[in-house]
């Protein structure tokens, strides 16, 4: 009888020791692998592949779960698809998605004007597989991206007579892009080809020149400059240089295009800068300086008077003596004051439970985004008597759900309407047209204008979302969305998913998404953390989880996995933890912290050598993370702090779970050498026999591989690994595409 000899488990690779010194503030650590940092070696290069070879082999059990998870996906997605059209002047747009092909194609049709202003804005009937008479194809990314091993477009502008379109273009996936224009009356690209750009163009109202923003070596947004169709590009204007390595830079055009706006700031302070279109020549005017250590944004506009003459105002959104902002309307004659002498009218009151978070304008409504009670709502006051004893009451679009996000999709400055986007954790995304309040509709008006469809009988009815509280060693309550399949019994039997953020105020808002369902669907409980850091809870939330606070973050994060631990909803032994670049350092630091509590670790991206990173501002985007860890270069206690809990330096001799980091190597937000190092050290360590595998692609950016087929099967590796590890691969009865 013949016997099948048996396979020797694989082996990770081992990267040699190359001893570096790092000394900072009199303290000395020793880097065994940061030559790993060359992405130009052959040697490191080798070592990545082998690392790839590693993980597919570790995880080739995986590959039917894989496949399982990604025709789940797809057999719930309309592939052929089309968005709602917005319209721009004087065209619809919209996009078209077509079934088996990766990317969409950006398309139009011309509107038409009857006088009745919200028939004139109310988008055309599209339907899917039907002929759209007279449609424009203005790009069709399919094309564009043939031959190409990576494609991502970083903007997209159009001139008002609708004649000229400009597109900026990624093929590595480093975020840097190149601009070309096409005259839309001939098909044809026009000469003028920029490299090297970065996301956000917009041309000028003329249609003249386009504006573009450039970054520095190190990745950060430093310069605006302005291209003259027609002239060698190496004669743009550069309308502005930021060269305060910690400031970030961008701009847009104001809601009634008479400005540029440029905005430069941070997390904790800004300034922006305008420039009228119809006097170019006086050049920049800062409205607030940055030395005063303000936080806010500008919206020039005209505001009419009781008389109806119209008058130059702006907008404030500030934290000016409040620290969840408030909303101020400024004659930009005060601006020429002392700050101490100049007058701001109110216009938002400042909120302890509300957080304001921008405030933008139409020619008829102040359009408001806030956030209370965690969620992100609109709400639009009339410009008429703004500011005055005579301002109107604001009016919110009502919704029913309890855990949902509502935002400003995009809206026009002469349109008696805002598009709006609505999802909830189980509600497909919707498209609303909000009719602006008027004297004969005070209310204003909703439209739903398209809900996504999701494919496979898909119900809400199968799924459960509720918000609970973890409570945290200091006795702060954590909000935790609970997400399940609504038959899982609460026995202590289940797995479960804790997924986490929880820096730069970014909020984990409710939001439907299809992959979900398939870990839903074998009975993962998904669970995820409204962490300090974030911004759930107003500026206070972010202000507690971020520098020498920054602790709080993670110590959150276990609180909501014992919470789910001792929920009666899982075994304890089988929950799972998930986050993505600094949702990775997230995973890293809770790794270290507490190893026992996690079956597997999904790492995504991760931000697991903090410390080295930004102690090197010439790195990318390091010294614009000062704001958020703070700068352990001249902050000696920032150093001690940073280096107690970031993940490399804190890896230990303990069992660690599962471990999967997932990066890319042309990624400028977090190298790749960060969990290229993190895996050999944590491997090194480990007294553990789980495997720690590191998927690497080689073509992709921050956000991985480009492609929607593709990113379906990168989030069905992740989900499978976590399924997997948690030995919860199977189904339950009656889920699933039907």
């Not at 089988?574 to 190893?595: D, E, K, Q, T, Y």
Request: aromatic share 10%.
């Amino acid at each position: 009888m013949t016997q099948t000899p048996v396979q020797p488990f694989p082996q990770p690779p081992v990267a040699k020791k190359i001893p570096a010194l790092r000394t900072h503030h009199g303290d000395a650590f020793e880097d065994n692998y940061e030559w790993l940092r060359d992405k130009e070696s052959a040697e490191v290069v080798e070592l990545l592949k082998a690392e790839n070879a590693y993980q597919e082999a570790v995880t080739a059990h995986q590959a039917p779960l894989r496949e399982a998870i990604f025709q789940e996906i797809k057999g719930r997605t309309q592939e052929t698809d089309l968005s709602v059209p917005h319209r721009k002047d004087g065209w619809w747009y919209y996009t078209r998605s077509v079934e088996g092909k990766e990317y969409g194609i950006q398309c139009r049709v011309r509107a038409q004007d009857t006088g009745d202003r919200v028939a004139d804005w109310t988008p055309p009937a599209v339907e899917v597989g039907v002929d759209i008479p007279a449609e424009e194809i203005l790009l069709d990314c399919n094309v564009e991206a043939e031959g190409k091993p990576f494609f991502a477009v970083g903007g997209a502008a159009v001139t008002i007579d609708g004649n000229l379109y400009a597109y900026a273009v990624d093929n590595a996936g480093d975020e840097r892009f190149t601009l070309r224009i096409k005259d839309l009356r001939t098909g044809e690209l026009l000469p003028d080809v920029i490299e090297n750009v970065f996301y956000g163009i917009s041309f000028s109202p003329d249609g003249t020149r386009i504006f573009y923003t450039v970054v520095d070596d190190a990745w950060r947004p430093y310069q605006v400059k302005a291209h003259v169709l027609g002239t060698p590009v190496a004669e743009d204007e550069l309308i502005y240089q930021e060269d305060d390595v910690a400031m970030w830079l961008g701009f847009e055009l104001s809601g009634d295009r008479r400005h540029l706006v440029l905005g430069i700031g941070c997390s904790e302070f800004s300034e922006t800068r305008l420039l009228r279109f119809d006097a170019l020549d006086a050049g920049l005017r800062t409205v607030i300086s940055r030395d005063e250590r303000i936080l806010y944004e500008a919206e020039p506009f005209l505001l009419a008077d009781a008389s109806g003459a119209q008058a130059e105002a702006i907008v404030l959104t500030h934290n000016k003596d409040a620290i969840n902002s408030m909303v101020s309307l400024v004659d930009p004659a005060e601006l020429t004051k002392p700050l101490a002498e100049q007058h701001w009218t109110t216009v938002v009151e400042h909120s302890e439970r509300v957080r304001v978070n921008g405030a933008g304008v139409t020619s008829t409504h102040l359009v408001v985004s806030i956030r209370k009670d965690t969620i992100e709502r609109v709400q639009v006051l009339p410009l008429a008597g703004l500011g005055t004893p005579e301002q109107g009451e604001p009016v919110e679009p009502a919704f029913e759900e309890e855990l949902y996000t509502a935002g400003v999709a995009g809206s026009d400055y002469e349109a008696p309407v805002i598009r709006m986007g609505y999802t909830s954790y189980f509600t497909p995304s919707r498209v609303y047209d909000f009719v602006l309040p008027t004297a004969e509709r005070p209310a204003g008006e909703l439209l739903l204008r398209k809900e996504s469809p999701v494919l496979g009988g898909y119900s809400p009815a199968d799924y459960v979302a509720t918000r609970e509280w973890a409570e945290a060693a200091d006795g702060t309550r954590i909000p935790l969305s609970v997400l399940r399949h609504a038959s899982v019994k609460q026995d202590s039997t289940a797995a479960g998913l804790v997924y986490g953020y929880g820096s730069y105020e970014l909020s984990m808002d409710p939001g439907f998404g299809i992959p979900r369902l398939s870990l839903l669907d074998r009975g993962i409980v998904f669970v995820i953390a409204h962490i300090r850091g974030g911004g759930e809870l107003g500026r206070h939330w972010y202000d507690t989880g971020k520098k020498l606070q920054k602790k709080n973050t993670f110590t959150d994060f276990i609180a909501a996995s014992d919470w789910l631990a001792q929920s009666g909803w899982v075994d304890p032994a089988r929950i799972a933890a998930m986050g993505g670049s600094a949702g990775g350092l997230l995973m890293g630091a809770v790794a270290n912290l507490a190893p026992e509590k996690y079956a597997a670790i999904v790492a995504a991206v991760p931000f697991v050598d903090a410390l080295t990173t930004i102690l090197d501002p010439e790195l990318p985007l390091s010294a614009l993370e000062w704001e958020e860890w703070g700068n352990p270069i001249t902050d000696r206690a920032v150093y001690e702090y940073m280096k107690s809990y970031t993940p490399y330096e804190n890896v230990r001799a303990v069992a660690y779970p599962k471990i999967a980091a997932v990066t890319s190597f042309n990624d400028t937000r977090v190298l790749y050498v960060e969990p290229a190092k993190w895996v050999q050290r944590l491997r090194e360590l480990n007294t553990g026999s789980e495997p720690i595998v590191m998927k690497i692609e080689m073509e992709g950016g921050h956000g991985g591989a480009s492609g929607r087929y593709v990113q379906w099967k990168e989030r069905a590796w992740d989900y499978a690994f976590v399924a997997d590890s948690l030995g919860a691969t199977e189904l339950l009865p009656g889920a699933g595409v039907k």
